[in-house]
């Protein structure tokens, strides 16, 4: 007895298989019998969901063109199942110029100080978590055009 209302009866068990329909706990009973003599053992199969697995994603551009013309003004990354960020962008001499933990960083090309940063080539490194708490990390650099 599968404990969820179907049954076999057989005299032979090697390779005897059940597929359950539907999550949940099921007694299962083996009732073994010879002759007049019986003995039932019985164990609890626990059936649960799949785990969901969810691809994570992390990509961006490497140019952008932060001069108000509303096209590509902001460098930015597009974060698939990423519950955390940490984004560090410097300049060719390794000058730290944005330091992040916002999720949905944007940055505009701008200095700490509200002067624009100077055209040219930057280098950004992240690291970042999963939904799943996997590690993700990365490099690369991007060209500011104005």
Request: some cysteine; proline content about 3%.
């Amino acid at each position: 007895n599968f404990g969820d209302g179907s049954a076999w009866d057989t005299t032979v068990t090697i390779g005897t298989t059940h597929m359950f329909d539907s999550t949940g706990v099921y007694t299962v009973a083996v009732i073994a019998q010879n002759g007049t003599c019986t003995d039932t053992a019985y164990v609890q199969i626990i059936v649960s969901d799949p785990p969901v697995v969810l691809p994570v994603s992390i990509e961006t551009a490497n140019v952008f063109s932060p001069n108000n013309d509303g096209l590509n003004d902001f460098y930015s990354f597009d974060l698939i199942n990423i519950k955390s960020i940490q984004l560090t962008i410097m300049n060719r001499w390794g000058n730290v110029l944005v330091d992040s933990d916002d999720i949905n960083f944007q940055w505009n090309g701008k200095l700490s100080n509200g002067k624009d940063a100077e055209e040219g080539v930057y280098f950004y490194i992240y690291k970042a978590v999963g939904i799943h708490n996997e590690s993700l990390e990365g490099h690369g650099f991007i060209h500011l055009v104005r």
